[in-house]
């Protein structure tokens, strides 16, 4: 069983910058692909960004958001610059067991409690 613990979500004015981490216990975190998804209200939960072999962001958020990874940490991070008002959504994070890219969160078998980001104008 794998448990996964976000932090680092709060309010930022738009323009401003957050990091968000997720803490990892009870696996073999280096063999895992990590994915963060977020969700907005009325809204489905759409894919963020993947770490695994390599690094894979959606279109909204390149260029602006940076996924990294400590493996010796057990931790995966998000940087997340230049927000947007339609940044705002609680973000998850999420571990597939396979090192496998995938933005489908039914590939994904753990997931976090979630995090509040606001963006305000």
């Known amino acids: 069983q794998v448990q996964l613990v976000e932090s680092g979500g709060g309010l930022v004015q738009a323009g401003g910058s957050l990091r968000l981490s997720c803490a990892a216990s009870?696996?073999?975190?280096?063999?895992?692909?990590m994915a963060w998804f977020r969700q907005a209200p009325g809204k489905e939960r759409e894919f963020v960004a993947w770490s695994g072999t390599s690094t894979y962001y959606t279109d909204s958020v390149k260029g602006r958001f940076s996924i990294s990874r400590d493996n010796a940490k057990n931790t995966v991070y998000l940087q997340m610059n230049s927000l947007k008002r339609e940044d705002t959504a609680v973000y998850y994070c999420?571990?597939?067991?396979?090192?496998?890219?995938?933005?489908?969160?039914?590939?994904?078998?753990?997931w976090g409690q979630g995090t509040q980001v606001t963006v305000s104008s």
């Open positions: 999420a571990a597939n067991l396979a090192l496998v890219r995938t933005i489908r969160p039914a590939e994904y078998s753990f």
């Open positions: 009870g696996g073999l975190f280096s063999r895992y692909s």
